[in-house]
């Protein structure tokens, strides 16, 4: 993945959406971790949520999309901690 960052307008918003989107799902992880309850949380849902971001991911390597691969890295790893979490807590 390139790590060339351009600086037009919609570049720099894209890179701020990929930190905003990939943080996204980590209140759930908090409330997860510190209540030890999953109730109400769907497995499928986090499970769709972690192929999609995987996918993501390697379509952004493959096209150098700094932004993307870090809003995926992200949410693979968020959506990994709360499907442990369902099937572990």
Do not use: K
Not at 53 to 65: D, M
Not at 66 to 73: D, Q, T
């Amino acid at each position: 993945m390139s790590l060339e960052v351009h600086h037009h307008f919609i570049d720099r918003l894209a890179f701020v959406n990929g930190i905003i989107s990939g943080i996204a799902l980590y209140p759930q992880v908090w409330a997860v971790l510190t209540t030890d309850s999953v109730a109400g949380i769907s497995l499928s849902t986090f499970i769709l949520i972690f192929l999609n971001s995987l996918v993501w991911l390697a379509y952004a390597i493959h096209r150098g999309l700094l932004s993307l691969g870090i809003a995926s890295i992200f949410n693979l790893i968020a959506s990994g901690i709360l499907i442990c979490a369902i099937l572990f807590i």
